[in-house]
């Protein structure tokens, strides 16, 4: 095992490390007394954990979330990373104490009527546990009723009592309050944080290099060829240096103006932009594990907002058909909230092209269609899987995907691809249906 590892997750500080060994407790909290081969129970846990999107500090929480999810779907082998033999570490497996006589009678008793409510009331004693600061056991459950759950202090007789018991409730108070707040005000600070990085990073883009053949003398060679007037000349070059600018590149072929954001993440892709809205990222592709973004910025440390990702089938440097593209659709409008705008035919006529650069070649694409759908049931075999066209050499199955865009699309662009065209699909998630899903497709000009 490596010096900062868990399992098979490695932490790149130890500072990473601490925190994966936190949320290591945390886990071994909320694994206590929870049979997680019953899918049920799992499924119970994997809820409560959405809706705490903060309680874990590092990748091994987010590897544990999978692992639940997984194990919640039913799935005997979980394909998360997460290191199940560190579940019990130290402890065992959860063993279930026999007990005898009435002792046996009056605990089945409880366990049938009172089975769920003891367990929320365990689980609001490791709430209140986090919010005091306990540096022991360290848990914390949101959206959930405290007043029928918190314990009722006895009444004692005299004024000692009512003195002890007076400071404690405001103390009680005042820190639930201080975390209502946090919870309400730390997603507008991640988000600002996030955005903020984003910044920085456009900023990092370079100013093009002047090409190595500059518009004066690509007019005299077109002069000095004889096919064409000096009028045509600068026409035509100028026509070439707007829609195929040249550019410096690398000894590895990255375009010089990506180059120092390639130097800080090699597992950057491209950048994406459409201008007049937020949407101005860096994408990314990680073969390894394609999600690995989904929660983590291009410094590669944990960010709200993710980043926009590419699917591990997809190539750039050896370009595939169809270049898809994920990102999220966050409530604070970044990411590619934007692109659910493209239900209306307005938005479109003022935004009707992405650019879409990658590390090697610069890009534009025009929309095809924009359109709804949701992901369908794996059952259901006759559905089209529009996330399963990425490379094809058939021009059937190239006309197929396009035709049915066409058919799903809010309105008619007028814009169509022929076999042989790059494409671009972006997706993000639509809230309004069920596993739903919002597109975008578009051709390269």
């Excluded at 072929?253 to 101005?280: C, F, K, P």
């Excluded at 590390?359 to 694409?365: I, L, N, P, T």
Aim: glycine share 6%.
């Amino acid at each position: 095992m490596g010096k900062w590892q868990i399992g098979e997750i490695e932490f790149s500080t130890k500072e990473d490390y601490k925190a994966g060994c936190r949320d290591l407790k945390r886990i071994q909290t909320l694994a206590a007394g929870v049979d997680l081969d019953e899918s049920r129970e799992a499924d119970e846990l994997y809820q409560m954990l959405r809706k705490q999107p903060f309680l874990f500090e590092s990748e091994l929480g987010v590897a544990f979330r999978g692992y639940l999810n997984d194990k919640a779907d039913g799935i005997k082998h979980p394909r998360s990373s997460f290191p199940e033999e560190c579940l019990y570490a130290g402890k065992g497996a959860p063993k279930k104490k026999k007990l005898a006589g009435k002792k046996k009678a009056s605990a089945d008793r409880k366990s049938a009527n009172g089975g769920k409510n003891v367990m929320r009331s365990e689980r609001m004693k490791l709430r209140e546990r986090d919010i005091m600061g306990s540096e022991k056991e360290a848990e914390a459950f949101e959206d959930e009723d405290l007043s029928d759950v918190l314990p009722v202090p006895k009444k004692k007789k005299g004024r000692r009592g009512r003195r002890v018991l007076k400071p404690l409730c405001i103390t009680a108070g005042v820190l639930l309050v201080l975390f209502a707040l946090y919870r309400i005000f730390s997603y507008d600070i991640l988000s600002y944080i996030s955005e903020r990085k984003m910044e920085e990073l456009a900023s990092c883009i370079l100013t093009p290099i002047e090409p190595e053949v500059s518009e004066a003398h690509r007019i005299a060679d077109l002069i000095a060829s004889g096919l064409y007037t000096e009028e045509e000349a600068v026409a035509i070059a100028k026509e070439e240096q707007k829609t195929h600018p040249q550019e410096s590149v690398d000894e590895n072929g990255i375009l010089h103006r990506y180059s120092v954001l390639y130097g800080r993440n090699d597992e950057m892709a491209g950048w994406i932009q459409l201008v007049g809205t937020v949407i101005n990222y860096p994408v990314m592709l990680t073969p390894q594990d394609e999600e690995y973004y989904l929660k983590k910025g291009f410094d590669k440390k944990y960010d709200i907002n993710g980043i926009p990702f590419m699917d591990i089938r997809c190539s750039v440097k050896e370009p595939t058909t169809n270049f898809l593209i994920y990102g999220h659709n966050m409530k604070n409008g970044s990411m590619f909230s934007a692109l659910l705008e493209y239900e209306q035919e307005a938005f479109y006529k003022e935004h009707p092209v992405i650019r879409f650069d990658t590390v090697y070649e610069r890009g534009e694409y025009e929309i095809v269609g924009a359109f709804r759908t949701q992901v369908p049931y794996e059952t259901d075999e006759e559905a089209y899987r529009y996330y399963s066209f990425i490379d094809t050499a058939s021009e059937q199955e190239y006309d197929a995907y396009i035709r049915y865009v066409k058919e799903q699309s809010f309105y008619e662009t007028g814009i169509t691809a022929e076999y042989g065209t790059q494409l671009l699909t972006l997706s993000t998630c639509d809230r309004s249906v069920e596993a739903g899903r919002f597109v975008v497709v578009a051709r390269k000009k």
